[in-house]
């Protein structure tokens, strides 16, 4: 993934490096259109006026020559027009070639050399006695202080910005994750700031309508407990003359939707709080036998101690052997807990029509039925999903599996204390 703040920094670096380029190619051609032979004959016209006449005596000539050398720090030599070498100080060719001879200037190993014909018809070559460096370059070491003081005066902005962005990310993903309460901290008055702020009312709003959610999902379970409590009592007080099959199967819809309703209220409370409220040594094994004995089950294995709250592992291990019994038919039910490298693992196996293995994750999906369900027998499709809910909130995990023989074997692993 590409970080914004990267992004930027290196957008201001590229446009800094075409900034100091375009800069410097633009003294280039300047420095160079200025070169026209117009200046080049001014100074010619200079040069001859501070030179002897042509026919002075070389020695006068000589002693110009090396006046003017010391003056302009060149090294000169003063030819006559026909190539001839008149006078001459530093190091400079004996010997010029008129025929080849243009008046400009060229740029050497140590700097520009001037080639000029004076009005008299003399030539006269100038060449740089030492090396200097070109101001352009001086220009592009200035231009490039200039780039390197902004490129490290702007990334502690930019990456503050960066900062800011993925600390808004990270409240984005909580808030995504469950966690109701995130919010960011809002920096600074720009766009992002507003961002964040329009992201804390939302997250607020969202938290409102939840929680309101909840509450409403909570009452209306328990406010159905009342009606429910009344309608057991006037089957119970049917009396022996009601229909047994009618009053049996009441008696049945009563207890399921009693037991719908334990299960709402106790998915909207873990809903409600995201960690265990209690937590402490629960021998698995233990618990596990004192539940299938509601069953008339035995549960065999290996004394496992785990750390969690107990009603809610007392909750899951119902779950699983309730629903064993619901859908595993007529054969018989194991319920084993081992120790299986440092965590506890609880199965609970049946001899039932199975679950197709297209369906083992979706069957922890709250509410999921497998089609044909309403035959194997009832339920409301949340025992197994606060099955997975306690388990992950335990450190642990649960999937579906088929079993030896035929039917479904549903596997816990919890950490060991």
């Not at 409590?229 to 009601?242: C, D, F, P, S």
């Not at 293995?357 to 497998?370: G, H, M, T």
């Amino acid at each position: 993934m590409q970080r914004l703040y990267l992004q930027f920094y290196v957008t201001i670096l590229v446009v800094l490096a075409v900034f100091v380029g375009a800069a410097v190619l633009l003294w280039r051609v300047a420095d160079d259109d200025n070169r026209t032979p117009q200046y080049l004959d001014v100074a010619a016209e200079l040069t001859g006026a501070l030179l002897p006449e042509i026919n002075a005596p070389r020695p006068d000539q000589q002693r110009a020559i090396e006046a003017l050398q010391r003056k302009l720090r060149f090294d000169i030599a003063l030819y006559e027009s026909d190539g001839d070498l008149i006078a001459m100080a530093g190091k400079v060719p004996p010997r010029f070639n008129v025929e080849r001879a243009r008046v400009g200037w060229r740029r050497g190993p140590g700097g520009p050399n001037f080639t000029l014909q004076l009005p008299d018809g003399r030539w006269l070559v100038a060449r740089q006695v030492r090396e200097r460096p070109n101001p352009i370059f001086w220009i592009a070491a200035a231009l490039g202080m200039v780039a390197i003081a902004v490129a490290i005066a702007a990334f502690p902005v930019v990456r503050g910005l960066g900062r800011r962005l993925e600390r808004l990310r990270a409240g984005v993903d909580r808030l995504g994750g469950g966690d109701l309460a995130a919010r960011v901290k809002v920096e600074g008055r720009d766009e992002v700031a507003a961002l964040a702020e329009s992201f804390n009312r939302s997250a607020q709003r969202i938290e409102e309508l939840v929680t309101a959610h909840r509450m409403l999902l909570a009452n209306a379970s328990h406010e159905l407990r009342t009606p429910l409590a009344r309608i057991a009592v006037a089957a119970a007080l049917l009396g022996q003359n009601a229909d047994p099959k009618t009053r049996d199967s009441l008696k049945q819809d009563v207890a399921e939707l009693d037991q719908l309703i334990e299960q709402i209220l106790l998915a909207s409370r873990l809903e409600a709080v995201p960690t265990l409220e209690h937590r402490e040594p629960v021998d698995l094994l233990a618990l596990a036998a004192e539940e299938a004995s509601h069953y008339d089950l035995e549960a065999t294995g290996q004394p496992v101690t785990v750390s969690g709250d107990r009603t809610l592992l007392r909750r899951l291990v119902r779950n699983l052997v309730e629903n064993a019994r619901r859908y595993g038919g007529e054969g018989p039910i194991t319920v084993s807990v081992t120790d299986e490298g440092g965590r506890a693992v609880l199965n609970v196996s049946d001899h039932g029509p199975g679950v197709p293995e297209a369906e083992r994750q979706r069957i922890f999906e709250p509410f999921y039925r497998l089609a044909g369900g309403a035959e194997t027998g009832r339920g409301s499709g949340l025992g197994l999903a606060l099955v997975l809910d306690i388990a992950r909130r335990h450190g642990g995990d649960a999937v579906c599996l088929a079993a030896a023989g035929g039917g479904s074997r549903f596997r816990v692993d919890l950490p060991v204390v």
